[in-house]
């Protein structure tokens, strides 16, 4: 009898995460969702979504580094997602957690990219890392289906002011976990492709 009931406790917990969406904080709802819009001209997009619940109390800040320095793009909870435009080329970026983990990225002018935060197991809290889209990997109604089930978030002050309160923090996790990253072979390093744009 005790382990029925545990049983469906432990059912009803898991169908209620895994609708679960993470708190918005130090970002704003967008009022109009232009994801699907095309970058302004000669500017390149990545949108980056997390539709797992999975990690929902934990949200994940996404950066761009540029000379070892990260500059915030977002944070992103858990059925949300953020939407970047950035000058064709070669970037880089990390995303935090409990930890950091990184991907390359080589855009180009007039497409837009699209990019997962993907949530995993950590020792005190989620980790996450970033998992680029590449072309024919998802089919069209799955890519979809995850755009309109996670909501739009925006960049504000707010958020600048989060990203400088806790920028030493931040800067820490790049240090730490970029030596990290590079040791790993090149193959196995995640890279948004020029091609993966639409």
């Known amino acids: 009898m005790k382990k029925t009931v545990y049983g469906i406790i ?3 917990l898991t169908l209620g995460f895994s609708g679960c969406a993470g708190t918005v904080k130090h970002m704003n709802v967008a009022s109009v969702d232009k994801t699907m ?6 500017k390149s997009k ?32 858990a059925k949300k997602k953020i939407s970047y435009e950035l000058e064709p080329g070669q970037h880089f970026f990390m995303v935090v957690g409990e930890s950091a983990d990184f991907m390359t990225a080589t855009v180009e002018a007039n497409k837009t990219y699209y990019v997962l935060v993907v949530p995993r197991m950590g020792l005190w809290k989620a980790r996450f890392s970033l998992r680029p889209i590449h072309t024919n990997e998802f089919s069209t109604e799955e890519l979809n289906a995850w755009l309109n089930e996670c909501q739009l978030l925006e960049i504000s002050e707010e958020t600048q002011k989060w990203a400088d309160e806790n920028s030493d923090s931040t800067q820490s996790k790049y240090n730490e976990y970029y030596k ?11 890279a948004l492709l020029i091609e993966d744009g639409k």
Do not use: C, H
């Not at 819009?37 to 000669?42: R, S």
């Not at 980056?48 to 320095?69: D, H, L, T």
């Not at 990290?180 to 995640?190: C, F, G, L, N």
């Open 46 to 77: 990545i949108v980056f979504m997390r539709p797992k619940a999975y990690g929902y109390a934990v949200q994940s800040s996404v950066f761009e580094i540029n000379n070892n320095q990260p500059s915030i793009v977002g944070i992103v909870p």
């Open 10 to 12: 432990l059912l009803i």
């Open 180 to 190: 990290d990253w590079m040791e790993k072979e090149a193959a196995t390093r995640p």
């Open 37 to 42: 819009e095309a970058p302004k001209n000669g």
